[in-house]
């Protein structure tokens, strides 16, 4: 299964790049002998539009315009589930054995996902409750994916 992260925003160069940057490098490496590839990190402009709604509504229409027909999305919500890392990694599990062939993790703009996209979401995932700066969230978001191939391989990565 294909995994794409779609993000609103530029992540500028610096620590937080490198260290996400790491991890999704780590991820595509390990992702592959449980058959997840890693298709890399796809970053739009945040909206310019006068109100939230309306910036919303057109960073969603970007994803819309990208998304694969049949491709699950996951969107990182602070409205979404909290999920262990073991969890995290049994959803992408399941996704990947229900024949899924793509995967799309969305982080949105600062003013959240639009609606339309929680509507169609195949699952909306919370990283907590605090809001976290977008810069952290890729890292944390890298990290977890690693994590879940290794979980998803037995490799001893994580212990619990």
Do not use: C
């Amino acid at each position: 299964m294909k995994i794409t992260v779609h993000a609103v925003g530029r992540m500028k160069a610096g620590p937080e790049k490198l260290l996400a940057d790491r991890y999704f490098e780590r991820f595509a490496r390990s992702g592959q002998a449980v058959g997840l590839e890693f298709s890399g990190v796809v970053e739009i402009p945040e909206g310019r539009a006068q109100t939230a709604n309306e910036r919303r509504r057109e960073e969603g229409q970007k994803l819309q315009a990208q998304l694969q027909p049949g491709a699950a999305l996951m969107l990182l919500d602070e409205r979404g589930k909290s999920f262990s890392s073991e969890d995290f990694a049994g959803r992408i599990g399941l996704l990947r054995d229900s024949g899924r062939k793509a995967l799309v993790i969305a982080i949105g703009g600062a003013d959240g996902h639009d609606q339309s996209l929680r509507d169609q979401a195949d699952l909306m995932v919370s990283f907590g409750a605090p809001t976290w700066p977008h810069q952290l969230v890729r890292v944390m978001l890298g990290e977890q994916l690693y994590r879940a191939a290794t979980i998803l391989s037995g490799h001893p990565y994580h212990r619990s």
